[in-house]
């Protein structure tokens, strides 16, 4: 009994070492990282979830992480209105960002902005409908951007992107990985009103609670051509100390 868990122990030791940067991952990812033939391949898999060691999450998914599917956005009393409002409308929308992601935070805000996507052909129906229910609309597409630092801060504040993509939202509301790329962006690239320190909390509360997808944060991420920044990040714990201070370096002398 002592040398199979030792075997399962070396076996889960290099799963962890060569598949944690791509938590969740499938049986054909395990294949030639185990180096072992299919039959006694599903065998292996098998005990390692039976003892604990990895967890079925899906159909041929696993991951190292035990995930907590009854883990439910909170949303913002502002958020909540904005989703009664938009959802008799029968227009295409979802909510993201802290909305999604507050029950990550240990300090949630009294008040801020809502991050809202809309079909791109129902965006001036979005705003009108908001608008008359007193809640401020800021464009947020290319052409319609205006900085948050003219911005007045408003109580009632929703930015609006337009979108096609609806596949990583849910019943109106976005994944919790597509809500962090979208707070990323929200806070590196459009002056958010969040401490970036505050959104690193965020992702390592997220981190310890659930298994986040990492190749689906990554995905998401390209669509915003941040998936640079994301990978980074995501696959940080595999990086060493000399590359980071390599690359900060070249920065330097940039």
């Known amino acids: 009994m002592g040398e199979k868990n030792s075997a399962l122990d070396n076996k889960i030791n290099v799963i962890r070492n060569k598949l944690a940067h791509k938590d969740p991952f499938t049986v054909a990812d395990l294949g030639p990282v185990l180096e072992e033939k299919k039959s006694t391949l599903y065998w292996t898999i098998w005990n390692l ?11 041929g ?15 913002s009393p502002l958020g909540n209105r904005v989703l009664g409002i938009l959802r008799e409308s029968g227009y295409e929308f979802f909510i993201s960002g802290l909305d999604i992601l ?32 007193d809640i401020a609309v800021v464009h947020r597409d290319t052409g319609k951007y205006q900085s948050m630092l003219q911005i007045p801060m408003l109580k009632d504040l929703a ?3 337009p979108t096609n993509e609806f596949s990583y939202a849910e019943n109106s509301l976005a994944s919790f990985e597509k809500a962090l790329v979208d707070m990323y962006y929200e806070v590196t690239r459009q002056e958010y009103p969040l401490p970036l320190q505050e959104l690193v909390r965020i992702f390592k509360n ?9 190749n689906k944060l990554v995905k998401i991420a390209s669509r915003r051509s941040i998936h640079y920044d994301i990978r980074y990040i995501v696959e940080r714990d595999f990086i060493s100390d000399k590359a980071i201070e390599f690359v900060t370096l070249l920065k330097r002398q940039d």
């Open 159 to 161: 930015l609006l992107y």
């Open 61 to 75: 998914l696993y991951s190292l992480q035990k995930k907590e599917p009854d883990i439910q956005p909170i949303l």
């Open 102 to 133: 507050s029950i990550f935070m240990e300090h949630v805000p009294e008040t801020y902005p809502v991050l809202l996507y809309g079909n791109r052909y129902s965006l001036d129906e979005l705003s009108e409908l908001l608008s008359k229910n």
């Open 206 to 214: 997220i981190k310890r609670r659930i298994s986040l997808d990492t």
């Open 49 to 59: 979830a039976q003892k604990g060691y990895i967890y079925k999450i899906g159909k």
